[in-house]
Structures are given as structure tokens and as C-alpha cells.
């Protein structure tokens, strides 16, 4: 199969490796031309150029942008492309993206690997990235059925655990355990630096070990994607961020009242269901 992949960076790059060890042709479109030699030079890509009309006679086109230029790409690619093409995203946001980019292009998949880390760009691809982690689709009635099932079948190669979803329980589901992990790990961060004591924060910075580490990994990552996150997917992330918001104020209270059993009861659930949200198995569920 000839696949197109435009964004050459965490995630377009990963695909781009993955798809080949496969046997598939992979050609890649990025604006910076030494993104496009270090595709070819690595294995990522069998051509990369920032031309899009290098993706004509692709079957398959994964664009891996950053959410903003999701659409204004598949404008783009219109005029170059064969109409029985199918393109589908890597965007962390469905609602902003899947009802416009369906009506530009009917045979539209919206999608979200849930794979990645705090880096970014082609050097930080990964081989295996997708393996054993969630792959959400997010069909709407529009969707072409035939576009739906080729997504998925390609994506089901990867040996990730493929979900479906409406784009609006992706976004609702999204803001609670990748949006609002963000801005909370910033939060933490911001709030450590507004130390009043100088000698404090050194102290602080100089003691930070793995419980720092841990929380704080998120939201000292790529800032353009959070803000686009922020952006995008406002609605949702403001609803988790207000239930967020409630829940520690009430651990604020239990605190200051100082109702321990209420603080042991809060973290021994938590302990009991934390597996829940990291241990997932199943290999494909519909939501």
C-alpha cells in the first residue's frame, strides 16, 4: 500500500517506520527540507519533499500536524488528490476537526493514536511507538464505511489496542486524562515557582526526585500543544477543570478540618483503582 504521511515529526515519523517495516510505501510531505532528508536518511520515509502533490498517488494519507493546520491541510490537499483517497488525523481533538474535514473530504477517518512523550519532532520518534497502547477512531454517520474499515484495518497492524468513539466522547474522555493532566502538571510547576522563599525553591529544585518527576513530566512538554489543546478542546477542558477544581477543595477541607480517615479513604480507592486507567487489555472495544 502507498501511504502518505504530512507532518514528519513524534508521531508522523513513528507511523512512517512502523509502515514500512511492513512492506508499505511510505511517502512524507514536510515544510522543512531537513525534516524530509532525515526521514529518507533514517528508514522513516521511501521520499519525503514538502510538496503535497508527491502524495497523488497515495491510498492513504495520515496527517500529523498540529490540530490547527488539520483542515487548512486537507484544503490543501484537494486539488492533488483522487477522490476515492482516503485521509484520516493524529489530532488529540475530534469535535474542532471531524464534521468540517468529513465535509471537505468525504472519505475522511477521524483518529488519535494515545501514544507519544514530552518530546518532539522527528528525532524523538519511537520504533513500536503504538504497540499494546489505545488508537482511537471516531466515526460519525457521515462517515464512508469502506474509509472507516481500510483505517482500521491499517491501524489494527500496528498491534494497538483500536477503539471507537463519537468525537464527542473523544473529547470529553480526552480532557479528563491528557488536557487536564497537562495543566495541572503547569499548574504544579508555576505554583513551585511562586515560592515566596528564595531558599525554599532551591531547596525545592535541589530535592526534586521521582514523585516531582512523575507529575510534573506533562506539563514541562511541548507548549504549542498544550496551548492547542487549551484551544481547541476549551468546552471540555474547562468542565474536567471546574470537577478538578472541586475535588481539591475538598481534599482543602478534609485537610484543614482534619479529617484523616476522609484523606485515607480518598487515597486508598485511588490506589484500589488507578490500575483501571493504565492497565487497560482489551484489544478493541466500541465506546
Known amino acids: 500500500m502507498k501511504i502518505g504521511i504530512v507532518g514528519i515529526g513524534l508521531i508522523g515519523a513513528s507511523l512512517g517506520w512502523d509502515f514500512r517495516q511492513m512492506g508499505h510505501q511510505v511517502i512524507g510531505v514536510s515544510r522543512q527540507l531537513a525534516t524530509c532528508e532525515t526521514a529518507e536518511r533514517e528508514g522513516i520515509c521511501d521520499r519525503a519533499s514538502c510538496d503535497l502533490a508527491s502524495l497523488r498517488a497515495t491510498e492513504i494519507i495520515f496527517i500529523c500536524t498540529p490540530i490547527a493546520a488539520i483542515v487548512p491541510t486537507i484544503?490543501?490537499?484537494?486539488?492533488?488528490?483522487?477522490?476515492?483517497?482516503?485521509?484520516t488525523d493524529a489530532g488529540s481533538v475530534k469535535g474542532a476537526i471531524v464534521?468540517?474535514?468529513?465535509?471537505?473530504?468525504?472519505?475522511?477517518?477521524?483518529?488519535?493514536?494515545m501514544a507519544g512523550n514530552s518530546e518532539s519532532g522527528i528525532a524523538a520518534f519511537e520504533?513500536?511507538?503504538?504497540?499494546?497502547?489505545?488508537?482511537?477512531?471516531?466515526?460519525?454517520?457521515?462517515?464512508?464505511?469502506?474509509?472507516l474499515e481500510r483505517v482500521a484495518e491499517l491501524v489494527r497492524s500496528l498491534n494497538c489496542m483500536i477503539h471507537y468513539a463519537t468525537p464527542v466522547q473523544h473529547d470529553l474522555a480526552v480532557a479528563w486524562i491528557s488536557h487536564?493532566?497537562?495543566?495541572?502538571?503547569?499548574s504544579l510547576i508555576d505554583a513551585c515557582l511562586h515560592?515566596?522563599?528564595?531558599?525554599?525553591?532551591?531547596?525545592?529544585?535541589?530535592?526534586?526526585?521521582?514523585g516531582f518527576k512523575d507529575t510534573s513530566r506533562v506539563g514541562g512538554g511541548n507548549p504549542e500543544m498544550g496551548m492547542m489543546m487549551a484551544e481547541h478542546n476549551r468546552d471540555a477542558l474547562l468542565r474536567s477543570l471546574y470537577q478538578y477544581r472541586d475535588r481539591l477543595d475538598m481534599v482543602i477541607d478534609s485537610i484543614e478540618t482534619k479529617q484523616w480517615t476522609e484523606i485515607k479513604d480518598l487515597l486508598s480507592t485511588n490506589q484500589a483503582i488507578r490500575p483501571d486507567f493504565i492497565n487497560?487489555?482489551?484489544l478493541e472495544q466500541d465506546a
Open 180 to 186: 487536564l493532566p497537562i495543566m495541572v502538571s503547569a
Open 195 to 210: 515560592e515566596a522563599d528564595p531558599t525554599i525553591l532551591d531547596f525545592a529544585k535541589k530535592f526534586a526526585s521521582t
Open 280 to 282: 487497560c487489555s482489551a
Open 99 to 113: 464534521d468540517r474535514a468529513t465535509e471537505l473530504w468525504p472519505n475522511f477517518v477521524g483518529g488519535h493514536p
Open 127 to 147: 520504533k513500536g511507538l503504538f504497540a499494546d497502547r489505545p488508537y482511537v477512531l471516531t466515526p460519525i454517520l457521515q462517515t464512508a464505511p469502506v474509509a
Open 75 to 87: 484544503e490543501l490537499l484537494i486539488p492533488h488528490l483522487d477522490p476515492a483517497t482516503i485521509i
